[in-house]
């Protein structure tokens, strides 16, 4: 199989420094400028802060546009692979998370539900990206994404209303911390931060095709749309951290607390991925698509419904926005151990 080598652009390579200083910038003007909070208030519809919410939506909307939902089929090539994804991302996963969160996090409820979210959003976006660079097989990796893509808007809602509302309410780990999330809240959230980017990615990619044809819109359009993410992504961490600026002290800690179950979560995702398919006799494209859909998350999403759930200045809020910061340098990471197993398990030299 032949590679076009894809370097990372200069918005990716350094996300998480990106995010980084715009943590600092949030937390500056935080503690700059404490009426900030009244500023972002003044701004909103009932609990919905209007720039917030089409920061979120635009967020979410590139990477929903570039999703191949016309190349699914093809993952049902191999059947028992796709079980295999599947498996591992909408059943492990989300239980992997789940179980780290309740061990590391059970004294800090707000913080473990957040992290509880991060693990139900699967990834649909830089997983790609991850693929890519480590040379897995990028037709089963883009198919895999679309798969996840319809199966957050089908069922991630549900997810939230097992995890939180009820798993964590009857093993008694939430206190007086609000953890009763209706399904009916959670799937108008869903829809309002999936469904409205979903529906305008997915006219955005075939109306091009039909208008510019598929060539245009993968050279032209989908570069340019893609600088969405990242600068919507980078405002709302600014609007968010801006609001906890009086806590600056306390904030170290609490990105240490967050970042370690998530760190033991795409270690574990990975490297178990990786080493099933592999024992299973799969091939090193397959196995690493396999492995790094299994071990991302999507954290747009998760950031937009903690947002949308519990407000913009919440705890639950604050954790979601540590999974970037933790999962590019992670993945980045993941992806020299890939190539390193491609030579010492599969005899594949670069």
Sequence with gaps: MEYETRELTIIEKYLTLWIFLAIVIGVGLGYTYPNVSVIIGSMSVGTTSIPIAIGLILMMYPPLAKVKYEEMGKVFANLKLLAFSLTQNWIVGPLVMFLLAIALLRDMPEFMMGVILVGLARCIAMVIVWNEL?????????????????????????????????????????????????????????????????????????GSFRLKGREWFEEVLAPKISLLTPAALLFTIVVMFSLKGEYIVELPFQVVRVAVPLTLYFLIMWFATFFIAYKLGVNYPRTTAVSFTAASNDFELAIAVAVAIWGINSNQAFATVIGPLIEVPVLISLVNVALKFRERYYGLTV
């Design 134 to 206: 480590a040379e897995g097989d990028r037709e089963l990796a883009v198919g895999l994404v679309a798969f996840n893509a319809v199966f957050q808007i089908l069922f991630y809602a549900v997810y939230i209303y097992i995890f939180i509302t009820i798993a964590l309410n009857r093993l008694g780990l939430v206190g007086n911390v609000q953890a009763n999330v209706s399904i009916a809240e959670a799937a108008k959230t869903v829809f309002i931060y999936l469904g409205i980017p979903f529906i305008g990615g997915v006219v955005t990619r075939y």
